[in-house]
């Protein structure tokens, strides 16, 4: 029987699970929930040692997604001897992983009004761990922590400083675990120690997110208060004129307003037709105007930060892509890219077309500037931070 970690990471309408075997160093279980609170509520289990598993769970909450997940691991014998959890706002306080007791969950429960479709499921997430398992120690992961290092200039709004003292109205970031993991894999890749290498990591995938890094610190950032400004995302609309949202909330009210900018807007909203990126690359194949038009406005954006993070940091070493669209997305890349000859970043075509889920470098060989391709992995750098906190060999 193997001690193994669970890492739980528990949105809004689904529920994943991983397993991580401290002994084999191995990743042997994958498990999700998906259209929590919906009779349409299914599971599925992907494990080592048994076929794919799909099952109907009906009407399942939170409580009931989890604990069929634990279900799950039970059924192969493992040994559960932490729990680490994917928290996305930490706020002002919680800025580093944390061994989660009462004064955590209440620190948790008061950021809530800073992320009001996040904070509550993960919150959910960790009840329900502690009602089924009592007595195993569980770890909170903040997405918000690896940005604690912005300096004031970096996180300020130009807004009355008593917003920020009373309300916590300041820019805290987000994607920190991806970031921070994908930054350490691409030292890794250059052969360079953290602390001499300007990084700048795009976290693009269905959210997407872009990271100023420098000697390992996080010194800016797309995402603000809430993950909804920045980039374009797939149903989020990133960046806009407060006045444009000011307008919006007069003639459609607050909660519409706030469905639309993060349900209907970014990628979906400006094709009419889909938030995926790799459906608006065959529809704009096809000569469908409407998907070149999202895609120019996603890549623009994108090519524009990168260029306002270089400024932040005072050169950059290397760009790294990461995520659905940042790994597979070579089309995208390339365009982002095309733009950025003048930080001294020359994208090889051959390199980055080429079919390949490896980490590498996708320079050309005289590039001055790296760009790599990464894999993030936020449960493994969860279930390290678990081990550690717990203090666990593995």
Same mark, same amino acid.
């Given at each position: 029987?193997?001690?193994?970690?669970?890492?739980v990471?528990?949105?809004?309408?689904?529920?994943?699970?991983?397993?991580?075997?401290?002994?084999?160093?191995?990743?042997?279980v994958q498990?999700?929930?998906?259209?929590?609170?919906?009779?349409?509520?299914?599971?599925?289990?992907?494990?080592?040692?048994?076929?794919?598993?799909?099952?109907?769970?009906?009407?399942?909450?939170?409580?009931?997604?989890?604990?069929?997940?634990?279900?799950?691991?039970?059924?192969?014998?493992?040994?559960?001897?932490?729990?680490?959890?994917?928290?996305?706002?930490?706020?002002?306080?919680?800025?580093?992983?944390?061994?989660?007791?009462?004064?955590?969950?209440?620190?948790?429960?008061?950021?809530?009004?800073l992320?009001?479709?996040?904070?509550?499921?993960n919150?959910?997430g960790i009840?329900?761990?502690?009602?089924?398992m009592?007595?195993?120690?569980?770890?909170?992961?903040?997405?918000?922590?690896?940005?604690?290092t912005?300096?004031?200039?970096?996180?300020?709004?130009?807004?009355?400083?008593?917003?920020?003292?009373?309300?916590?109205?300041?820019?805290?970031?987000?994607?920190?675990?991806?970031?921070?993991?994908?930054?350490?894999?691409?030292?890794?890749?250059?052969?360079?120690?953290?602390?001499?290498?300007?990084?700048?990591?795009?976290?693009?995938?269905?959210?997407?997110?872009?990271?100023?890094?420098?000697?390992?610190?996080?010194?800016?950032?797309?995402?603000?208060?809430?993950?909804?400004?920045?980039l374009?995302?797939?149903?989020?609309?990133?960046?806009?004129?407060?006045?444009?949202?000011?307008?919006?909330a007069?003639?459609?009210?607050?909660?519409?307003?706030?469905?639309?900018?993060?349900?209907?807007?970014?990628?979906?909203?400006?094709?009419?037709?889909?938030?995926?990126?790799?459906?608006?690359?065959?529809?704009?194949?096809?000569?469908?105007?409407?998907?070149?038009?999202?895609?120019a406005?996603?890549?623009?954006?994108?090519?524009?930060?990168?260029?306002?993070?270089?400024?932040?940091?005072?050169?950059?070493?290397? +760009?790294?892509?990461? &995520?659905?669209?940042?790994e597979? /997305?070579? *089309? $995208?890349?390339?365009?982002?890219?095309? !733009? @950025?000859?003048f930080?001294?970043?020359?994208?090889?075509?051959a390199?980055?077309?080429?079919?390949?889920t490896?980490e590498?470098?996708?320079?050309?060989?005289?590039?001055?500037?790296? +760009?790599?391709?990464? &894999?993030?992995?936020?449960?493994? /750098?969860? *279930? $390290?931070?678990?081990?550690?906190l717990? !203090? @666990?060999?593995?």
């Open positions: 029987m193997s001690d193994v970690l669970v890492v990471n528990c949105g809004s309408s689904s529920v994943k699970l991983d397993v991580f075997d401290l002994a084999a160093q191995a990743n042997p498990a999700k929930v998906e259209r929590v609170g919906t009779a349409e509520a299914t599971l599925t289990v992907l494990a080592d040692d048994a076929p794919k598993r799909e099952e109907a769970l009906g009407q399942a909450d939170h409580a009931r997604a989890v604990g069929a997940l634990l279900d799950a691991v039970e059924g192969h014998g493992f040994t559960v001897v932490g729990v680490g959890h994917r928290v996305v706002h930490g706020g002002e306080k919680l800025t580093a992983s944390v061994r989660i007791d009462d004064s955590v969950l209440a620190a948790i429960e008061a950021c809530v009004p992320a009001p479709l996040h904070n509550p499921a919150l959910l009840r329900a761990v502690a009602e089924r009592p007595n195993v120690p569980q770890v909170a992961v903040f997405d918000t922590a690896f940005h604690a912005l300096a004031p200039a970096a996180y300020l709004y130009a807004i009355p400083q008593r917003l920020r003292t009373e309300h916590g109205m300041r820019r805290y970031g987000f994607h920190g675990t991806s970031h921070r993991y994908v930054a350490a894999r691409a030292c890794d890749l250059l052969a360079r120690p953290a602390s001499a290498t300007k990084l700048i990591t795009l976290h693009l995938g269905n959210g997407c997110s872009a990271c100023a890094i420098d000697g390992g610190r996080s010194v800016d950032t797309t995402m603000g208060m809430t993950p909804l400004e920045g374009v995302m797939g149903t989020r609309s990133g960046d806009l004129d407060p006045a444009l949202v000011l307008q919006l007069r003639d459609l009210g607050i909660a519409e307003t706030e469905r639309l900018l993060n349900k209907e807007s970014g990628l979906l909203g400006l094709s009419g037709q889909s938030q995926d990126m790799r459906d608006l690359l065959i529809r704009r194949e096809a000569g469908d105007p409407d998907a070149a038009l999202a895609v406005v996603f890549v623009h954006r994108a090519r524009k930060y990168v260029g306002a993070l270089a400024a932040s940091l005072g050169g950059v070493d290397a +760009i790294v892509f990461t &995520g659905g669209i940042g597979h /997305a070579a *089309a $995208v890349r390339a365009e982002i890219c095309e !733009g @950025l000859t930080l001294g970043a020359t994208l090889d075509p390199a980055n077309a080429a079919k390949s490896a590498r470098d996708v320079a050309t060989a005289d590039s001055r500037v790296r +760009i790599l391709v990464v &894999g993030t992995d936020e449960e493994r /750098a969860i *279930a $390290v931070d678990t081990a550690e717990l !203090g @666990l060999r593995g």
